[in-house]
């Protein structure tokens, strides 16, 4: 057997207690060796840290690192984990702007460190199927519905209201990262209009138009304030038939048959270190900037809308 991934957590939050450290744990490729938290939040026994110089500086050894913060803050630490030469997972979306990941894959480029970019979307166990139905097909227009509440899904995470947190992208960056994985072309903002809360700095929900390479029109439908059921459905009418990809690529059904059905996030992460365990050692950067870009491109062309104060 060969010697695992030596990996430490960085942001011991919500996702990193739900899907890393369990992941990692079931995973025999890697071996999680410390953490990170301003906070003091911590794993078991294992060595904790306050910051990343402090696990730098411990002796501690250290091969690759998972970043889990939120967005406003992954660029500096992504680029001292780099300067370490410490192979870097980064949660979604990889950093606060375009230019920050860009800077963050030339660097890992340039000192010849694994870096991932993960979208744990696109491991949904019915993106792939849907990806594959779609190659061959024309596609007529499309239907993009990402409609969740916030104070069920992210009780209390004031950083999602912030400048660069990205507020209904945060989710909607996960429909936008399946789209650009299924249809089979390129896709382009059109219009858009956004409403921020009056108290707040990020959108809580948004009307995007956009348009396929090929001409298909494709509308989105973003909000952050949804009661009852729960929407994250992707629909695609195509010459030859029509896709519903439901449950954030969860289930699909096709022509109304439905296809495969799992639960939400299921085997997402494990997918996201198998693809993590071939760059580390490859030294690869696998940084699809797809998903990202389009969030910025939604933010220059946007007719904003100043909505009612948001409160938790
Ligand atoms: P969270 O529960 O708020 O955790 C984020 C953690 O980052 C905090 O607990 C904190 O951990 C650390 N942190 C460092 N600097 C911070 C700052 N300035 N403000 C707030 N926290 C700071 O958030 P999360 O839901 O885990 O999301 C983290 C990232 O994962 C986001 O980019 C999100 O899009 C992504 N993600 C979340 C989910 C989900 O279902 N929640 C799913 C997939 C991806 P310490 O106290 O340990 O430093």
Not at 144 to 150: F, M, N, P, Q, S
Not at 230 to 249: E, F, P, Y
Request: aromatic share 6%; glycine share 8%; hydrophobic share 50%.
């Amino acid at each position: 057997m060969t010697t695992p991934i030596r990996i430490a957590l960085v942001g011991m939050g919500k996702i990193a207690r739900d899907q890393h450290v369990p992941t990692i744990q079931q995973d025999p490729v890697f071996q999680l060796v410390a953490t990170v938290s301003t906070s003091g939040g911590s794993v078991d026994d294992l060595p904790a840290f306050a910051s990343l110089e402090a696990l730098a500086a411990s002796g501690v050894a250290v091969d690759a690192v998972s970043l889990c913060t939120p967005p406003q803050v992954r660029r500096a630490i992504a680029h001292s984990a780099i300067d370490q030469g410490w192979a870097v997972f980064l949660e979604k979306p990889p950093a606060a702007t375009v230019s920050e990941a860009i800077a963050l894959r030339d660097h890992a480029r340039a000192r010849g460190t694994g870096l991932f970019a993960s979208w744990h979307s696109r491991h949904a166990p019915a993106v792939e199927p849907a990806r594959v139905w779609l190659a061959d097909r024309q596609v007529l227009d499309a239907s993009i519905i990402w409609a969740e509440d916030v104070r069920q899904w992210h009780p209390g995470q004031d950083w999602i209201f912030e400048p660069g947190g990205f507020g209904v992208f945060d989710p909607a960056i996960n429909a936008l990262s399946i789209a650009t994985q299924i249809l089979p072309q390129a896709l382009f903002v059109e219009g858009a209009a956004i409403d921020v809360p009056s108290n707040r700095g990020a959108a809580i929900a948004a009307d995007v138009s956009l348009r396929t390479a090929a001409g298909a029109p494709v509308h989105a439908r973003l909000d952050f304030l949804q009661r009852g059921r729960q929407r994250w459905d992707i629909a695609v009418r195509t010459n030859d038939g029509d896709l519903l990809l439901s449950d954030g690529g969860a289930a699909l059904s096709i022509n109304g048959d439905s296809l495969s059905v799992a639960d939400a996030l299921h085997g997402e992460y494990a997918g996201l270190y198998r693809r993590f365990a071939e760059i580390v050692p490859a030294r690869e950067v696998d940084m699809d900037l797809a998903p990202l870009t389009l969030v910025a491109d939604i933010h220059l062309v946007a007719r904003r809308t100043e909505v009612d104060a948001f409160d938790w």
